[in-house]
């Protein structure tokens, strides 16, 4: 069974604060590994795709990266409209086409 | 604003009532899911269509009834709800099953069972 775990749960930083939220997971055979960016009462937001160890990806701020056991979502001098709760989900190779497995998220806050 | 439109926004409905969720795209995706999500949690899968046909159903009660009428289109018709069944529902869509490519997500329908 495919298992996702994001740390910390809730993150405060100052604007300008750089950091780093982390999802470890355990699947067989990764198919794909997904961030998403979730502001409330809105829908789940794209943000990246990584495939396989050591792909990179950045969006403005952004940059996510992956090992064969975690992947790192990296904030550089993250601004308050980046608040927001940030969820990781794995698609393995044991699961169902289509079936991901979310994380529990991230809530990202970021203060002026 | 997104490229999957749900409709209604928000939706309040009595136990004994018959409704319909309804998402449409436009970006030639062959995969649509839906998803229920509940405050704090994340997104749990609920159907998967694939090329308009049923592929996953994480036996979801009765009381939903999915229906992909054309590739663009597709409806959660409730009926009979219990007030647990409160929660977004969000609609995504992807490419295809096979590709692993991501899926793109609506901004759901909030849907408040009284």
């Known amino acids: 069974e495919d298992q996702v775990t994001q740390s910390p749960e809730a993150l405060r930083l100052q604007e300008g604060e750089s950091s780093s939220l982390n999802c470890s997971y355990t699947?067989?055979?990764?198919?794909?590994l997904f961030w998403y960016r979730q502001d409330p009462g809105k829908g789940p937001e794209f943000l990246f795709t990584l495939y396989s160890a050591g792909e990179e990806k950045e969006k403005e701020r952004l940059k996510a990266t992956l090992t064969k056991k975690e992947s790192f979502l990296h904030i550089t001098a993250p601004k308050p409209e980046d608040s927001a709760t940030y969820l990781c989900a794995v698609q393995g190779g044991g699961t169902s086409y289509g079936k991901l497995t979310f994380g529990q998220g991230t809530i990202l806050t970021v203060h002026p | 604003d997104t490229e999957v439109t749900q409709t209604p926004k928000h939706l309040v409905m009595g136990m004994t009532n018959k409704k319909s969720l309804k998402c449409e795209q436009h970006?030639?995706?062959?995969?649509m899911y839906w998803y229920k999500q509940k405050a704090k949690k994340p997104p749990e899968l609920m159907f998967v269509y694939s090329y308009e046909k049923l592929s996953i159903n994480e036996s979801v009660p009765s009381r939903f009834s999915p229906e992909c009428p054309n590739s663009s289109l597709l409806n959660l018709h409730l009926h009979a709800l219990q007030p647990e069944d409160s929660a977004l529902y969000l609609c995504a869509s992807s490419q295809d099953l096979a590709r692993n490519q991501p899926q793109h997500f609506g901004d759901g329908t909030r849907l408040s069972i009284l």
């Open positions: 699947v067989s055979g990764l198919r794909g």
């Open positions: 970006m030639g995706h062959r995969a």
